[in-house]
């Protein structure tokens, strides 16, 4: 039996998982998924908006929507057919305002319940123990094992490790476990060491708005006022100091060409700061950054009535701007007792990027268990 921890609960984990414990792939692997936050998906993440119990709004954070080359819709046909087969994208049949040209026979997609559903899709078809709300704080190396530490004080050995977070909470976790200290006298993980050292991410904040009515008059301000040009259910925002984006977000994951008649209530509006406010403000919390957001929303559409509820999120690793050298999906760090990492960090941050790390993370397990 090869008792595997796969950390993170993100696209790339969720994939990897998925396919290792396919039918007829491995035989004796007991595959165990840890991850720090309350739910998967990562960036996928799909938030739910509460003013009231009952309140079943929800925004998407992270990804925004999905765009399939032509080579990547051929190269992976069998994930895309499996998530429309299921409901869980669907073609982008609105506009978005500033949105570059797509190249010839690209596809854009949206995901109707939420980018999150994509992960939790791939979770729910993998056999594994998933556990969240698990923070791994250190693995220490005893030769033939590693023994992993949990932030909650839980310790477990486990005969292989895949590491599926951003690059420099990878590099966070071997430093903690002394990790790096061993990589130092060791010509080739100190190559690796350097080169994860090099790999690098922009910074951004996330800012949801949830405009619920509670009568006709309300309902009317939301149509008359909260809306995009050219009926776009999105735009890229040019020259502004704070904002990139803005999602009409359910409206958007909705594909409803009749948004305004009738509107869609509760309505969910998303935006993403710009790389350089992100990287300005990275260190303070979101509850800092929230009223000088709000503020420039203000500014931008100061027509728009205040929103019933308010969601600031910040993504420190938001998207990869340097990958690991090569791309190569994943790396092996560690041969015996086997230690790899992958995730778009070694590839590239959209929904292929992440799908060619966990065959690659795939691919390099079964080669070192065969």
């Not at 490790?161 to 006298?185: C, D, F, K």
């Not at 803005?246 to 309505?267: C, E, G, Q, T």
């Not at 019933?308 to 701007?321: A, H, M």
């Amino acid at each position: 039996m090869t008792k595997t921890l796969l950390v993170g609960g993100g696209l790339t984990s969720a994939v990897t998982a998925y396919l290792l414990t396919k039918p007829g792939q491995l035989r004796n692997l007991e595959l165990c998924v840890w991850d720090k936050a309350r739910g998967c998906g990562g960036r996928m993440s799909t938030s739910r908006l509460t003013s009231t119990p009952n309140s079943t709004c929800s925004a998407d954070l992270g990804a925004q929507y999905i765009t399939a080359t032509e080579d990547y819709a051929k190269l992976h046909s069998d994930y895309y057919d499996d998530l429309l087969a299921n409901k869980l994208l669907d073609p982008l049949k609105l506009p978005i305002e500033g949105h570059k040209t797509p190249v010839d026979g690209s596809i854009n997609y949206v995901c109707p319940q939420g980018s999150s559903l994509l992960v939790k899709h791939f979770f729910k078809k993998a056999a594994a123990q998933v556990k969240f709300g698990k923070k791994v704080s250190k693995i220490e190396n005893n030769s033939k094992q590693w023994t992993v530490s949990a932030e909650d004080g839980d310790t477990e050995s486990f005969d292989a490790i895949i590491l599926t977070m951003p690059v420099p909470q990878i590099l966070e976790l071997l430093s903690n476990s002394s990790q790096l200290e061993y990589a130092e006298n060791d010509t080739d993980q100190k190559n690796i060491l350097s080169q994860l050292k090099e790999v690098k991410y922009s910074s951004r904040y996330a800012i949801a708005l949830l405009y619920e009515c509670e009568n006709e008059s309300d309902i009317d301000i939301v149509r008359s006022k909260i809306m995009l040009e050219k009926g776009a259910c999105a735009k890229y925002i040019t020259g502004d100091s704070v904002f990139r984006y803005v999602s009409l977000d359910n409206y958007k994951r909705a594909n409803n060409p009749n948004f305004r008649n009738p509107v869609m209530v509760p309505l969910s509006v998303v935006f993403h700061t710009s790389i350089p406010f992100g990287i300005e403000h990275i260190e303070k919390t979101p509850d800092e950054v929230q009223p000088i957001l709000l503020d420039r929303i203000e500014q931008i559409f100061p027509s728009w009535p205040k929103p019933t509820v308010v969601k600031c999120q910040k993504w420190r690793y938001s998207q990869v701007q340097h990958s690991y050298a090569g791309s190569p999906g994943c790396v092996e760090m560690l041969s015996s007792p086997l230690l790899l990492a992958g995730g778009d960090g070694f590839m590239h941050s959209n929904f292929d990027g992440c799908i060619q790390s966990a065959e690659a993370i795939v691919k390099t397990f079964i080669d070192k268990n065969h």
